[in-house]
């Protein structure tokens, strides 16, 4: 591992179209697993961070997305840690009983892209990558699990294309 690729986590945004709202006895089997898959994250190797709202447990009372999507953003030390959480431990049972809780989506749900270690993105940045993701496709700046780019390559990525932003007067 380069120091380049140390120097990187890995962020991802995923979000989900509720087909009923929390407190509906159909999403109750849902709201129940949060509390034990959100401390299988916490406790995960590789895990960094995850969006909490102010004052609660999660962040499913978040809707930066629209008034029925809920927002899961974390950051990790690895893809590979994501993808245990993601496939290898109690997070699993929650995907596989998706259908019965979220809508089924059109167009790219979840984002990957890296970010400076010790970087803790905003849900804005998250949106953003996300529609970038839509509007673009796989792109070492968003991606997903199956067009994966390394730290390595999106660092190179960066570095080739300048920035489109402007910079605030007095940074120049």
């Known amino acids: 591992m380069t120091s380049s690729t140390r120097a990187a986590h890995l962020a991802q945004l995923n979000v989900a179209t509720l087909r009923h709202p929390l407190d509906d006895p159909r999403t109750a089997s849902f709201v129940e697993m949060l509390d034990p898959v959100n ?3 916490d406790s995960a190797p590789g895990f960094v961070w995850r ?37 290898r431990s109690g997070h ?3 995907m596989r009983r998706r259908r019965e809780w979220f809508e089924r989506h059109t167009e790219a749900h ?19 990558r996300l529609a970038d993701l839509r509007a673009h496709g796989p792109s070492p700046r968003a ?29 120049a």
Do not use: C, K, M
């Open 39 to 41: 401390a299988v994250a």
């Open 92 to 94: 699993l049972e929650a």
């Open 51 to 87: 969006l909490v709202e102010e004052g609660a447990a999660d962040a499913t009372g978040l809707r930066p997305a629209g008034e029925g999507v809920i927002v899961n953003l974390t950051v990790w030390q690895t893809r590979e840690a994501l993808w245990d959480f993601t496939y």
């Open 143 to 171: 991606f997903t699990f199956a067009s994966s780019y390394t730290a390595a390559e999106a660092a190179q990525h960066l570095q080739a294309v300048p920035s489109a932003r402007p910079t605030p007067a007095g940074d």
């Open 110 to 128: 979840l984002v990957l892209w890296w970010v400076p270690a010790g970087h803790l993105p905003t849900v804005d940045e998250a949106l953003e």
